[in-house]
Each structure stands twice: as structure tokens, then as C-alpha cells.
């Protein structure tokens, strides 16, 4: 049976998914809300949706199954818990949450209620990922032992733009957002391709020289002055794992802004902005052209009015070959993904396991495992590169599954 949806946050990322939730076929319905009217009204509006809610718990008190929650990146854990505790069903945007307590908060939440949690980690279906993932199943790397994944997102291009937009005239104080509680791009690209976690961290903050007054711990609300960080990690596996956040950085970003590279005793994989390579002890096979998206831009997407032109080429792509395309539903056909073909599958994921009772891919545990890491990286730049263990919440609880709507308060064992 069709589950209804409310969008949470109407700014320049989320019209690209209500409009792929309101053509899915598992979907009855898409309303959305945002703390400024106007901005719901408009998309809801633009999109042919169902209506709007005056506010968040509006919309919590309302009968919709599920929520999608794109409201500012430190803001999502308490609005993640508060609406699983309400009976609905969460799709948030990357990060997962801001600190360990809040993420222990939302696997407590998923594991009593039963519902369905999922993290829209777009590196999840990232080309390269994908590739990775299934190299991997054949046998192709042998053991990896090494593995790097960059997210090289430079503030020039399209950042300043978007903070603006989404933070108002002090938008500076939260452009500052420290790099590595954003670093699910990366890791989620890595981990998102290798069964393995992260158990310790080193990392090296570089503190940000530019002086327009962000990355300015005298500005910024998160008393960040780190512009990019470097982190080393130790992986359950036995072996490595390198992460680059980077925000200052002579790179198009806009090419490409997520790479990874895999190191196997049998074959490895790299990437660079317009090329990726698969390598083994016989020689280099360029397969860039598997891994190729089509990058079209609608110039005309109401959805794209906001968004910095340097940040179009992210929301709105093709698939890859890659890809498996064929699991997708027909109505998504000839509709722009983005993030290098990976809107389409999380939109797909999430109804999917909301409908059908299972897991999501990206599930709270997975999530935990893209987010913490993160989390324990910044707080070993803040202490100099200290060496750090990183907590593990473990493997999804094989058991849980989505209670119906009547019993979603009987807590769910694990």
C-alpha cells in the first residue's frame, strides 16, 4: 500500500527529491513544510504536491506514514528522534547527526519502534562505489588493505552561495561548519563499498588563512577554524583507510566531488576529476566511460532557481552503465538524478523498505558507521592528531522489522 510522505525543508536540495518521491509508484502522496512559508508554498506549488503543513509538528501530528527531513546538517538527530517517536518513518539527509549521544539516541529510537530509519548517502551509489563493490564480490582486489575516499567540495564554488541562501544575514556563523562532521561523502564511499569499520582515528586539522570571516572562530557558531582535515583510520579489517575533507582546494569541485581510491594485494582502483583507472599486476584498463554520468542541466528547473550554478551539476545528472538501472520504477524514466546518478536509488531504497519491511542499505547502523568516525576525526584535530578509538554500535539486528501502523509503540527487541 502507498505510503504518504512529508518533505521537511523546502531549500535548494529538497526539491530534488520530492519530485522523485511524488513520481515513485509506492508513494500516495508528498506535502512539505519549512520554517519559512514562502518556500514551501513555492515547491509545492512548482512540483504539483499535495499540500503543505504549517510546521514540523504540524506535520507530526498529521497522518503522513514518513518524513523527509533537509533542514540545516547540525539540526537533524533531535528532528530524526522526535519524529520517529511520533510513529513516522525517516529519510534524512546526510549527516546522520553531530555527536555520539545523538546517534545513540536515533538507533534506541529505530530499535524500539521498529521503523524504518534510512540515511540518503549519496556515495553510497557513486559510480566508483558501485564499481568497488562489485570488484570486490569477484574477487578482483584480493584483500584490501588501503583505501582513500576525498570529498574536495572548494567554498568558491557554489558554497558561499548556498550558506547564504540556507543562513540568512549571518550566514558566516555556519558556513564555518567544521569539515569532518560532514564526512559521510567520503567515508560513506569507502565503507560504502568495504564490509569493514573504522576503529581509530588520527587526524591533522588545517586552519583556514583567507580572513573573510569564515572559518573564523570569532564568527563561527561551532568555534571552527578549520577549513580542511586530513584523517587517518584504522579499520576493523586490519587495514587503512584515508579521508580528505576539503573546503579550500584547487580542484573542480564541480567535475567531480567525491574520488576514491582502493589498494587490493590483487588489483586496485583510482580516480582522478575526469578519469578512473582499474589497475592489476597485468596492467591499467581505463574505465572512466563505465563510470561516466550524463551531466545535463535543465536550465529551465524551477527545482535549480537557487542553486549556485557551480552546484547544478551535482543535482541534476544521468546514471551510469554501471548502475543497475533496471530495479528503478518506469516513472522515473527521463527524470534528471543527481549526485552522480544516486537520488534516484535512495529515493527508490527508502520506499522500498518502508513499504516492503526491511532494512534500508544506508540503515541507522550503517549510518552510524559513515557519521561517528567523523565525529571522533574532529575531536582528534582539536587535541593535536591524538589518536583516538572510535565506538562501534555494531551490525543491524538481523530481527528488526517495521512494525504495522496500529503496534508502532510496542518496542521492537533487536
Known sequence: MPISLGIVGAGQFSGQFSRLFKLHPGVSEVRVTDLLPGRAEELNRSQGLDGTFADFDAMLASDVDAVAIFTQRWTHGPLVVAALRA???????????????????IIDAVRETGLTYMMGETSYYNPATVYARQQLAKGAFGRVFYAEGDYVHDMDLGFYAAYEYSGGPEWKQTASYPPMLYPTHSIGGVLGALPTHAVSVSCIGVKDDRTDGVFDRAVSMFDNDFSNATALFELASGGAMRINEMRRVGYPSHIRESRFRFFGTEGSFEQLATVSVWQNKEGVEDVSALLATDATIAEDDRALAHVAPELRSSFVSGRAAVH????????FLGTPDGHEGSHQFLADD??????????????????????????IAHQSALSNGERLAIPDFGDAPVSLTARPAQDRNVPVSG
Open 350 to 375: 527508502f520506499v522500498t523498505a518502508v513499504n516492503n519491511r526491511v532494512l534500508p542499505p544506508v540503515n541507522a547502523w550503517v549510518a552510524a558507521r559513515f557519521t561517528l568516525p567523523g565525529i
Open 87 to 105: 510513529g513516522k518513518h525517516v529519510y534524512s539527509a546526510v549527516p546522520m547527526a553531530i555527536s555520539q549521544a545523538e546517534i545513540a539516541a
Open 324 to 331: 543497475d538501472n533496471a530495479r528503478l520504477p518506469d516513472s
